[in-house]
């Protein structure tokens, strides 16, 4: 799971307060800067900053597989919250196109009583009237790539490559949105089970996660711990144990499924 949320929208804590654990919150004065990475059952959350001079970072962890979580602060001001959760959804779109998105409103606990229910629905719009934009601009591409098609077949052979090309790129693909907004707060943990309710629903669809659950050869295993081992500069006997570390699945049972191996463990080791 991945948050690119804005600074100051409480991702960090919400991720951060998700039972088991759900104690450790940071001051608010905390900022992330990189990457923090939190372990939650089988998920790794990517935190990335929200300040904009750390984007070209964001990107390098903006890949198909994950599942996404666009944060709205429904404590700032309406039109701030909308704009960030815009930005993230063309973010989202410009480089993961199939992605698995649930839309997360943080800071309930902040919001005047009664004012809650009227900004959800504010930043639920601002999320559909984004999906409308978007399908109405996959329609023109659509449009245009049959244009093109046509045109190639028309014209000279030696224009026929970019036709083509044109023609099978096709219309962008639309992310996928949970049907509604889920509401939480990290001081209270309103909405926390929620949530945990929400991703383990989205991560068990098989048409959208199908590798979720999914035994990994253990080859690419010994093949990841080789590489590390390289990495942190292990020679010799030394990498041998640490490829070798790995026990080895009872023949009987037909598994591949291997044990769980933290990078942060080992970059600490």
């Known amino acids: 799971a991945l948050l690119p949320a804005p ?9 951060i307060a998700l039972p088991p654990e759900g104690v450790a919150l940071v001051t608010r004065d905390a900022r992330t800067v990189g990457l ?16 904009p001079q750390y984007f070209p970072w964001l990107q390098t ?33 410009s480089s993961v196109p199939r992605a698995v998105v649930v839309v997360v409103g943080t800071q309930a606990d902040r ?32 449009r245009e790539a049959a244009a093109a098609a046509e045109e190639g077949a028309a014209e000279d052979p030696s224009s026929r490559p970019t036709k083509r090309a044109r023609a099978e790129q096709g219309p962008p ?3 996928y949105f949970y049907p509604q907004i889920t509401c939480t707060s990290a001081n209270t943990y309103q909405g926390m089970l929620e949530l945990i309710r929400v991703l383990m629903e989205l991560v068990n ?18 093949f990841r711990l080789f590489l590390l081992a390289t990495r942190y500069g292990l020679e010799g006997e030394e990498r041998k144990q640490m490829v070798l570390s790995l026990e080895r699945p009872d023949p009987a049972s037909h598994t591949s499924v291997v044990p769980f191996i933290r990078q942060d463990e080992l970059v600490r080791e």
């Open 7 to 15: 600074g100051s929208a409480s991702a960090t804590a919400a991720a």
């Open 173 to 175: 693909e639309m992310p």
């Open 205 to 222: 669809t098989k048409s959208l996660f199908p590798l979720y659950g999914a035994e990994v050869p253990l080859v690419y295993e010994y």
């Open 111 to 142: 919001v005047p009583q009664g004012e809650l229910d009227g900004r959800l629905a504010v930043v639920w719009e601002q999320v559909e009237a984004w999906q409308a934009r978007w399908e109405k601009l996959s329609d023109a591409c659509a």
């Open 61 to 93: 962890f903006l890949s198909p597989g994950a599942l996404y979580m666009v944060v709205a602060n429904l404590s700032a001001p309406l039109e701030d919250t909308k704009a960030a959760v815009e930005e993230q959804l063309n973010i989202l779109c």
């Open 36 to 51: 923090d990475l939190f372990k939650w059952h089988d998920f790794k959350f990517g935190d990335c900053p929200g300040q």
